[in-house]
């Protein structure tokens, strides 16, 4: 019925990662897109969902989907799990030092499964 996720070798384009109840309500599973690490953030027991860098630049770990998910002034948001720096799920920017974001990626849920879109880098872009 529903494609296997198409993560290797995967270039560009919608990429299904696993169905909206496989993610507890305010936690995040981590998927792999290619050679990206991406935390799938859940907000709530609806199908609010985010899709942002794995990568806390603070640790230099692969830490955020293991985050604390919450709200700070309206502001859907996860907290890295060792420093306990705050970033907006929608935009990537740290709430805590304006002067650092991580990359974000689009999200949708079609037939409850949960897709997050991966693009491929520029050339000579580091992945």
């Given at each position: ?11 560009q384009?919608?990429?299904e990662?696993?169905g ?9 599973v981590?998927a ?41 002034g ?8 060792i ?45």
């Open positions: 019925m529903s494609e296997s996720p198409r993560s290797e070798g995967a270039g384009g919608w990429v990662v696993c909206v109840e496989d993610i507890i309500p305010n936690t995040g981590c792999l897109l290619g050679k990206r690490q991406v935390a799938v953030v859940r907000v709530g027991e609806g199908e609010e969902i985010y899709a942002i860098s794995n990568f806390d630049p603070f640790s230099k770990a692969f830490v955020l989907s293991r985050g604390i998910v919450g709200d700070k309206g502001v859907p948001k996860i907290a890295s799990p420093y306990k720096q705050n970033f907006d799920l929608r935009t990537g920017q740290c709430l805590d030092d304006p002067t650092v974001r991580i990359p974000v990626y689009p999200t949708r849920i079609r037939g409850g499964r949960v897709e997050v879109y991966s693009a491929a880098p520029p050339p000579g872009a580091a992945s």
